[in-house]
């Protein structure tokens, strides 16, 4: 199975700045995926980082908001732009489509992003 | 639209007694069904895959079952322990939601006393 790292594990930011996530992955992977946590709610999709090209976006995110890199198969960064309280969330970081097994979607431990 | 349902109430179940979870999906035709379980403050882990061509999967003390006619999954833990004890999302993928997208229901949590 793939390991994903992600840093930071979490951060206090103030409203109107910044803030990049970094996600690493120990294995090749095809597919890698972004997706936010509201406390206590599920899983919603950001969107889908792709290799060299930019990200695929769900309804309701916009690049200028969750500007994605993804410069090769292991690594990608999410990046939350002019924060505001309402973007506090845990994000989470995917990959899927290890060598050995192409339908498995993993997970790295997320960032727990609180903005004031 | 696509919907996943699971029981939003906690399920309390004793040591040593099976807890089965429920998954119910309408609108939606996935190519296979995935869960996955998520302690708090953690990133979900991967337990069971089962595609929608088949019936059952084994894992050790989980069993998972996948009803296409029903559009529902069981997901079974026997001998239950205080450590099965987080909460188990089930997670559906490709057919008409699109192939690479992994759609996840708000979870079930589970509780196991001793």
């Known amino acids: 199975s793939a390991v994903i790292s992600q840093k930071p594990s979490r951060d206090i930011c103030q409203r109107g700045t910044s803030l990049t996530i970094q996600c690493q992955v120990d294995?090749?992977?095809?597919?890698m995926f972004w997706y936010r946590q509201q406390p206590g709610q599920s899983l919603t999709l950001i969107a889908t980082?792709?290799?060299?090209?930019?990200?695929?976006?769900e309804s309701g995110f916009v690049i200028d908001k969750f500007p994605i890199s993804r410069p090769n198969l292991t690594f990608s960064t999410l990046t939350v732009s002019n924060m505001s309280p309402e973007d506090s969330s845990i994000y989470l970081c995917?990959?899927?489509?290890?060598?050995?097994?192409?339908?498995?979607?993993?997970f790295g431990p997320g960032t727990r992003l609180t903005v004031l | 639209s696509q919907k996943i349902e699971q029981n939003s109430e906690a399920l309390n179940i004793q040591e040593g007694k099976t807890a089965t979870l429920t998954c119910n999906y309408t609108?939606?035709?996935?190519?296979?069904l995935q869960w996955y379980r998520q302690d708090p403050g953690r990133g979900p882990v991967f337990l069971l895959l089962?595609?929608?061509?088949?019936k059952e999967k084994r894992k050790e003390r989980l069993k998972v079952t996948f009803d296409t006619t029903l559009k529902q999954s069981l997901f079974h833990i026997t001998a239950s322990q205080p450590a099965d004890s987080a909460t188990y999302l089930c997670?559906?993928?490709?057919?008409?939601?699109?192939?690479?997208?992994?759609?996840f229901g708000a979870g079930t949590r589970l509780a196991v006393h001793p």
């Open positions: 995917s990959g899927q489509g290890e060598i050995a097994s192409t339908d498995t979607q993993y």
């Open positions: 294995s090749q992977v095809t597919m």
């Open positions: 980082a792709n290799q060299g090209s930019e990200a695929t976006y």
């Open positions: 609108n939606y035709s996935p190519a296979y």
């Open positions: 089962i595609r929608e061509n088949e």
């Open positions: 997670a559906l993928k490709g057919g008409s939601g699109g192939y690479n997208k992994l759609i």
